[in-house]
């Protein structure tokens, strides 16, 4: 190996070994090489900047499992662009990769006591659990399709609802109730 580079974007500057955080059930490899801005929008999502990850549609088909379950959670982030869509409808992953994936979507601290029950929780951007009647904050601009106005980052929303989809929650914006992306959100404590 004469040179290292970024196993997602090939980039050779600061790059460094970067830990995907594993679960009990996974004994997959769970490292790989990552320059610092894949590295600072993998650790907070509301850095991702999506030009920067159209060179996931050659990192997918790395044989590194643990680049694979980057891409994947890249991607799902991004999902709401059509090309990342695409991405994932090729991203083929065995049953056990999936579950390791879907399993470290955004839990930052795997300190916390969540048992194997975590996958039923609520969680915002930072893996803190949200309950009905929370407060959070928007870490993004929100266009809000259908109602005609963008909720700006910033934008606290009170008194959340949970749905039966963690990942999504309801609140109000300017009096209208909408959905939200957890992955957008940041508790307000
Ligand atoms: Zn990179």
């Known amino acids: 190996m004469t040179q ?3 196993e997602l974007c090939s980039a050779t500057s600061a790059v460094a070994t970067y830990e995907v955080s594993q679960t009990a059930q996974t004994s997959f490899p769970n ?5 610092s801005t894949c590295r600072e929008q993998i650790e907070d999502a509301a850095s991702l900047k999506a030009n920067h990850w159209h060179c996931l549609n050659e990192s997918i088909w790395s044989e590194n499992p643990a680049v694979k379950v980057l891409a994947w959670r890249t991607l799902k982030l991004l999902s709401s662009e ?4 695409d991405l994932l409808d090729q991203l083929y992953m065995e049953d056990d990769l999936l579950a390791w994936a879907k399993s470290g979507e955004r839990t930052a601290e795997s300190s916390k006591n969540s048992g194997d ?16 009647g929370d407060a959070v904050s928007l870490i993004k601009d929100l266009e809000v399709k259908g109602a005609g106005f963008t909720a700006k ?4 929303v009170k008194k ?3 749905t039966s989809d963690t990942g999504l929650v309801e609140g109000k914006v300017n009096g209208t109730t909408i959905v939200l992306k957890t992955m957008f959100l940041k508790k307000v404590v």
């Open 31 to 35: 490292t790989a090489m990552l320059c």
């Open 117 to 132: 029950a975590s996958g039923d929780i609520t969680k915002d951007s930072n893996g803190t659990a949200l309950v009905d």
């Open 82 to 85: 059509s090309w990342a869509q």
């Open 160 to 162: 959340i609802t949970l």
């Open 4 to 6: 290292t580079h970024c």
């Open 153 to 156: 980052r910033g934008t606290v």
